[in-house]
């Protein structure tokens, strides 16, 4: 007897591919994870300019960002991970929505969309939750 959510095995290529979606998007959060914690020169104005005054909540995302991104890297909890970090990216578009910065909500947009494909390609229980129609 099969269960619902068993699939048939994907292609190595998926597989793959879907790695590789989910490696450059977890590095990327770790990178601006990072810079959050050490928050280099400039960092002050650009805070600022979001509207907030003070850095200290910069390093508190900072490690909310890192955070997501182990949970979302760490394969038996990538799902909860891509939950948390679609959270978080939510959060950006939001913030830059408010002070009408259009072009700064595509990173997030694009890195979620990238996060979600990569975990579809790569794990056949999201496939048989999401199944795409031809």
Not at 74 to 102: D, K, N, Q
Request: charged content about 15%.
């Amino acid at each position: 007897m099969q269960s619902d959510t068993q699939t048939a095995p994907a292609p190595k290529w998926m597989f793959w591919v879907g790695w590789i979606l989910t490696i450059l998007p977890g590095l990327m959060l770790l990178a601006s994870g990072t810079m959050k914690l050490i928050q280099p020169p400039g960092m002050e104005e650009s805070v600022k300019k979001i509207g907030w005054d003070d850095t200290r909540i910069v390093f508190g995302l900072g490690i909310v960002e890192i955070a997501c991104a182990l949970i979302y890297l760490f394969p038996p909890t990538s799902v909860l991970g891509a939950i948390l970090v679609t959270g978080y990216f939510g959060g950006a578009v939001a913030t830059h929505m408010r002070i009408h910065e259009f072009v700064e909500m595509a990173p997030p947009i694009v890195l979620g969309v990238l996060i979600w494909g990569g975990i579809y390609l790569r794990c056949g229980r999201v496939r048989a939750l999401i199944p795409l129609r031809r």
